[in-house]
């Protein structure tokens, strides 16, 4: 099981930014696949999640007016789309799959294979 995130970098507040997460052909097919975010000093939280099929989608609700999550199944890619960038949402985002769970689980305890993160910074 691999899971890989990129595209994070230092943007204004406005910007918008396209995470992906490569994942092994595997996982793709069988799992969900969530992203997760860590700010400095806080706990992960579940920001958006597929399931394998890419019909269902989960977001925490404080953002799902500004992400938008996807699968690029040509590439083995899940996409996280992040608009309207704040400061509060600098962070690194995760992005990690579930064993087996049914539906997109917010739970961080259903996941168990992670990426290993990428940095995004929002400036004002």
């Known amino acids: 099981v691999q899971l890989q995130a990129s595209g994070g970098g230092l943007v204004q507040a406005g910007a918008s930014l396209r995470l992906s997460c490569a994942v092994s052909?595997?996982?793709?097919?069988?799992?969900?696949v969530g992203w997760f975010r860590q700010a400095p000093g806080k706990e992960r939280e579940f920001v958006a999640g597929?399931?394998?099929?890419?019909?269902?989608?989960r977001y925490t609700d404080s953002l799902k007016d500004r992400f938008a999550i996807s699968k690029d199944n040509a590439k083995n890619w899940v996409i996280l789309q992040v608009n309207s960038l704040k400061p509060e949402d600098t962070a690194l985002y995760y992005c990690?799959?579930?064993?087996?769970?049914?539906?997109?689980?917010?739970?961080?305890?259903?996941?168990?294979?992670w990426g290993q993160g990428t940095l995004v910074t929002v400036s004002s």
């Open positions: 597929i399931t394998s099929s890419g019909r269902t989608t």
């Open positions: 990690a799959s579930t064993r087996g769970s049914s539906g997109v689980p917010s739970d961080i305890t259903l996941y168990f294979y």
């Open positions: 052909a595997r996982t793709f097919s069988a799992y969900a």
